[in-house]
Nanobody, 110 residues
Framework: QVDLVESGGGSVQAGGSMRLSCAAS????????MGWFRQAPGKKREGVAA??????TYRESLKGRFLISRDDAKSTLYLQMNSLKTEDTAMYYC?????RGQGTQVTVSS
C-alpha cells in the first residue's frame, strides 16, 4: 500500500511560481515511476509530468514552465511550476502506480 499526501497548493497571481510536494509512504521506492496529473472543474483529467529512473516526461504544453523532481531519500516528489497561467488552475494530484493522493488546489488569478 502506498499513501500520498500533497502540499504546497494555494493562490498565486499569473506569472508567479509555486512548488508542490508529495510525501509518499508505504511500498514505494526509487524504481517506481511517480507523477502528477491535474483536473480542473468541468474538464478532463490530464497528465502533467512523470519521473522515473529513465528520466522525466511532460505534457507538451507545459514544457519549459514545469519541472518535476524527486528526493528518494525523503520519499518526496516535487513539481516546480513557473510562469503560471490562469489555465493552470486545477486540483493537482500525485500518483504512484494505482495510488493517488487527495490533491492540492492551485488557483492562478489574473
Amino acid at each position: 500500500q502506498v499513501d500520498l499526501v500533497e502540499s504546497g497548493g494555494g493562490s498565486v497571481q499569473a506569472g508567479g511560481s509555486m512548488r508542490l510536494s508529495c510525501a509518499a509512504s508505504g511500498n514505494v521506492d526509487s524504481r517506481d515511476i511517480m507523477g502528477w496529473f491535474r483536473q480542473a472543474p468541468g474538464k478532463k483529467r490530464e497528465g502533467v509530468a512523470a519521473i522515473g529512473r529513465d528520466g522525466d516526461t511532460y505534457r507538451e504544453s507545459l514544457k519549459g514552465r514545469f519541472l518535476i523532481s524527486r528526493d528518494d531519500a525523503k520519499s518526496t516528489l516535487y513539481l516546480q511550476m513557473n510562469s503560471l497561467k490562469t489555465e493552470d488552475t486545477a486540483m493537482y494530484y500525485c500518483v504512484v502506480g494505482e495510488a493517488r493522493g487527495q490533491g492540492t488546489q492551485v488557483t492562478v488569478s489574473s
